[in-house]
Structure formats: structure tokens, C-alpha cells
């Protein structure tokens, strides 16, 4: 990514106060900070911490540019703040648009089980040839897969990424990220259950992700799943792995 904190302003709806820095990397994890040009730090006031707490912290490691999600000093006149409602609805909104700038495939992977492994598998059989990119670790919730789309330099030719939900109604906001040309489900099983009234409810979840995709490979060990998919997107290119 590279944009101006006006760009960003514009794009979720946020307001710039200070300078217009022009940022490379999102940062939202203060100890992950390594190098401090052209990072932005996202304050995300979550259950455990607030993010909010660390800028000074980080304009002392040199970093200038900061989205936050309520009203806060600037800590010196190089510093620049994009002040939006929520920093993880911003960086939401600034994923899909950064999504919609590429002009590669990207391949969204979701499931119970074996999104990762299936992820990696697929990223390291890609010909040298072909530059691809596929979301770290396991970064596949709500923000991770919008700091994973934000790390999509432009250049690359396919995207792998993650999507992983355990409650009813994240799917239309990954969905809506991710925006996925070929989608694979790996798997259905118990995993993340307790918050899905049955399992016919998380597949339906877990079918938002390829709403507007144009290839589905699945597998019919999953006969529900495969069903499903038939009934609902049987005018695309269906694939069964099995």
C-alpha cells in the first residue's frame, strides 16, 4: 500500500489533523514495530488493551502517523492523525479499496479446519514464474485479513487469502473485503460451533464468501456443504476435490 493520510481520510470517512504523511505499513501491535518509516499506527481500543495507550511510545521509536478512534493530541507538529469512529472499521474500508485497486486473482480460503495448511500448500505451488502473495500466519479474522489485503504491493498475479469466522454475521464484512474470484472450503466441522445455532447456519455463513466468486472448490465428503453450493451457485465453476 502506499497512501497519503488524506487518501485514507477520504476513504473511511475519517478526518486529518496535522501533517499529510504518506504511509507504506500499518501497524497495530506496538511491539511488532520494527522499522518506522512510512508505518502508520492503527489504535484499536480492544478487550484486552487500547491501543491509544502506546502512541507516545511510538512517536519515541519514530513513527508520525496515526489513525485513532477518539480525539487525541498530536504529540508533535510532524505528526499526522486520521481520526475516525473505529480504527478497525476504518481499516476495513481502506481494505476493500485497496482490494479493488488490485488487478490480480485472489483466492479466498475459509472452513473449519485446514484453511492454513491448504493456504501455504497452495502459495509454494505456484510457479517462480508467477509472483503470488498469501496472507501471514493464521491472519484470517476481522483484522487480519484486512491488514493481510493491505500488504498487497499491486505487482502480485494471485492472492491467497484466509477467512475465519466464529459468530454469525462476519462473513459480510470478510466477504466484502476479500471480494474472492475462486474460493475453496476446506472442511466442515465442529470448530468454532457454540456461536451457530447448528451447523446448517454456519454453512450458510461460511457460503456468503463466495457470493460473487466464479470458481467454488470444495469437497463432497461435506455432503450438506456440497449441496448447498450446487443449489445456491450452480451457474459458476464448480470444482469437487474429492
Known sequence: MNYLLSDIARITGGELRGE??????VATDSRSVVATDNVVFAAIDGKNHDGHQFIDRMVARGVE??????DVELPT???????????????QRLAAYHRSQFGGVVVGITGSNGKTIVKEWASRSMPDSVMSFASPKSYNS????????LMLEGGERVAFIEA???????????EG????????????????????ASESEKIAEKLILARDARTIIYSSEYPE???RIKSLYGDRELIDSS
Open 20 to 25: 499529510d504523511l504518506c504511509v507504506k505499513v
Open 65 to 70: 502517523a496515526f489513525i485513532v478512534e477518539r
Open 77 to 91: 507538529k510532524q505528526c499526522g492523525m486520521v481520526r475516525v469512529d473505529s480504527t478497525l472499521a476504518a481499516l
Open 142 to 149: 476481522q483484522l487480519g485479513v484486512a491488514l493481510s489485503l
Open 164 to 174: 475465519g469466522i466464529s459468530e454469525a454475521g462476519e462473513m459480510e464484512r470478510l
Open 177 to 196: 473485503m476479500i471480494k474472492p474470484d475462486i474460493v475453496v472450503f476446506t472442511s466442515i466441522g465442529d470448530a468454532h460451533s457454540a456461536n451457530f
Open 225 to 227: 456443504l456440497a449441496s
